[in-house]
């Protein structure tokens, strides 16, 4: 069971990344899976979240209205489009196989996001 981000980088205040989340060795369509993020000095943050049966989506406020969750199940893989970013979006961006975040899900190693000019 194996989860791997890609997508980040360097991007100027206002751009845009998109994040992939691939699964390998289960089938993501299973799961709810969760995009996480930590800035240098703070806590592991909650950003979004799709469920597995309704496909249902959900945002921190701070990033609703910039960010869209989306999931290709064919391609095993989850996508965090990331709008108008800002600053404060700078963190390592990760994605588990749930909505909670807990130690027993299964974690991808992070893809570090940088928003600055």
Excluded: H
């Excluded at 089938?27 to 996480?36: K, L, P």
């Excluded at 592991?44 to 496909?55: A, N």
């Amino acid at each position: 069971v194996q989860l791997v981000e890609s997508g980040g980088g360097l991007v100027q205040p206002g751009g845009s990344l998109r994040l992939s989340c691939a699964a390998s060795g289960f089938g993501m369509d299973y799961y709810a899976i969760g995009w996480f993020r930590q800035a240098p000095g703070k806590e592991r943050e909650g950003v979004s979240c799709i469920t597995f049966v309704t496909g249902s989506t959900y945002y921190a406020d701070s990033v609703k209205g910039r960010f869209t969750i989306s999931r290709d199940n064919a391609k095993n893989t989850v996508y965090l489009q990331m709008n108008s970013l800002k600053p404060e979006d700078t963190a390592v961006y990760f994605c588990a196989t749930s909505c909670s975040g807990l130690p027993d899900d299964a974690w991808g190693q992070g893809t570090q996001v940088t928003v600055s000019s």
